[in-house]
């Protein structure tokens, strides 16, 4: 009978262990949370789940301020990877919403720029990966725009009435305000703030639209003759119009790095970790870099990427 038991026992733990194996084995899946398009299927993710098995389902937001708010909802739960903008990932961990990263896992973070890394949001490096950066522009049309635009300033002329598309993001566009003021863009002084918002509201006539995700359209269709966009979004607009003029302005460039980060609670951590690994990759970092029309964070993509994206004055 001690036998049988014991034969019976050892079955049990052997049918036990081989069901949390086959259980493993299923749970092949990636939730991953960010803009419509910003992880490209064709040379991301279809790839990715083609080499390691690993379904991705891809959930999206439209602006920063809503990932975190759902973030916050499910207790950085949910999702395995978020892949956002520096400003509202420095808020997400200063919450605790973010799980530190393995660097074990992550042999590919050699790659990285350094000049991409230390940053005001992650200054020890612990828990964001650079996915890309950009510089917003302005863009307008020299047919109809007979005087100097120079940069955030011009903005405000009064011959612009009813002529400028703007990006519906108020972090950049209290910062440009910030900027023709002399302050920086990430002035918090609440005096300082409040005469910016009186600056900011005399603005108002001029603008045409505020578009986050499409401000290009009104500049291609000639509906605004002025327009400060997103760097990949001025490239979409030159494609069409390749008349129209960029300006760098003179009072600086913004700059932001949109990052991947591992919520604290994910599903699927060791998962998230192979796709982070996995997008930095030289020949990815390039692809990324070249679908997405934004700055490589990724040092060793350099040969990677074409001479017609390292020489776009847009880009570089």
């Not at 991953?32 to 690993?54: K, Q, R, S």
């Not at 990966?129 to 940069?151: C, H, K, Q, S, W």
């Not at 932001?256 to 020949?283: Q, S, W, Y």
């Not at 870099?289 to 004055?313: D, V």
Request: hydrophobic share 40%; net charge negative; aromatic share 10%.
């Amino acid at each position: 009978m001690k036998k049988l038991l014991a034969l019976i026992l050892s079955v049990m733990l052997v049918v036990s262990a081989c069901g949390v194996c086959a259980s493993a084995e299923e749970e092949k899946v990636l939730n991953v949370f960010t803009w419509a398009l910003y992880f490209d299927y064709d040379t991301l993710l279809a790839p990715f789940t083609e080499e390691t098995g690993i379904k991705v389902n891809y959930d999206y937001f439209d602006s920063n301020e809503e990932m975190l708010m759902k973030l916050e909802a499910v207790d950085a739960g949910t999702y395995d990877v978020v892949l956002a903008s520096d400003y509202i990932l420095d808020i997400a961990r200063k919450e605790g919403l973010l799980l530190e990263l393995d660097k074990e896992k992550l042999p590919n973070w050699q790659n990285l720029n350094p000049a991409f890394l230390g940053q005001f949001y992650d200054p020890d490096d612990a828990y964001c990966m650079p996915y890309v950066a950009g510089t917003p522009l302005i863009i307008y049309d020299p047919e109809y725009v007979d005087f100097p635009i120079t940069g955030y300033e011009s903005l405000w002329d009064e011959r612009l009435e009813d002529s400028v598309v703007m990006m519906d993001d108020a972090r950049n566009v209290i910062g440009i305000t910030l900027k023709t003021m002399g302050e920086s863009f990430n002035t918090t002084d609440p005096e300082i703030l409040a005469k910016a918002e009186e600056k900011l509201m005399q603005l108002k006539k001029n603008i045409r639209a505020l578009d986050y995700n499409a401000p290009y359209a009104t500049m291609i269709s000639g509906e605004a003759i002025v327009g400060y966009m997103f760097n990949q979004q001025v490239l979409y607009t030159l494609q069409e119009r390749p008349e129209l003029e960029i300006v760098y302005p003179e009072e600086g460039l913004g700059f932001g790095i949109d990052c991947c980060v591992i919520p604290k609670n994910a599903p699927h951590p060791d998962n998230a970790h192979t796709f982070l690994n996995f997008l930095m990759r030289p020949e990815n970092g390039a692809a990324i870099a070249e679908a997405q029309l934004m700055l490589s964070c990724n040092q060793a993509a350099e040969p990677y990427l074409s001479e017609e994206f390292k020489q776009n004055p847009v880009l570089n």
